[in-house]
């Protein structure tokens, strides 16, 4: 006698409203984070930020309204885009967010040692954050700050792209390259 199984197909419809219900939302990829044009700006404009607070008055005021212990927030980012950039998976199966809470734990630990005496341990944007967010989004600081049509933008739009504003990310290599020898 054969045994038939007796075990209940899923039900899609009640998983999804439980993924909704629990704010659950499979894992983003920075390839996807590139397909949302507006978010990959402002990713690179705080990446920007980051490297050059000190010289650009904008960058240090943009910086100084964070709250987040993660620097993910606002005024770069929106709630919906902060959980869907923490959760993100940047390194194997790590999430950006635990990128930067392994990042700033270990050099924490790194200034408690070499800083007890100046007691002095706050973070720096541009030695300890921004490597962390140019690693994870595979954006190379000197094209960042040399990108013509970033820095116009930028100059033109601030933080959040305008209508207008067609900016598809930093050249790739090869179209770097490829630019060079003409």
Known sequence: ???????????????TAAMETHK?????AVRDLKSQPCLWYKVHVFVYDLRNFREISDAQARLD????????????FQPNEVQLLKSSIVEGDKTLENIIEGTLNERLERRIKKRVES??????????LAPIFEKAFDIKPKVLSTNEEFLAILRRSGL?????DNWKGLPTKSFQKKNKRH
Do not use: E, Q, W
Request: glycine residues 4%; contains cysteine.
């Open 65 to 76: 309204r964070i709250v987040d212990a993660s620097y993910i927030g606002l005024p770069y």
């Open 24 to 28: 659950i939302t499979p894992p983003t």
């Open 1 to 15: 006698m054969a045994s038939t199984s007796s075990a209940p197909t899923p039900d899609i419809a009640s998983i």
């Open 160 to 164: 959040n792209l305008k209508n207008g």
């Open 119 to 128: 007691r002095d341990f706050r973070v720096c944007a541009a030695h300890d």
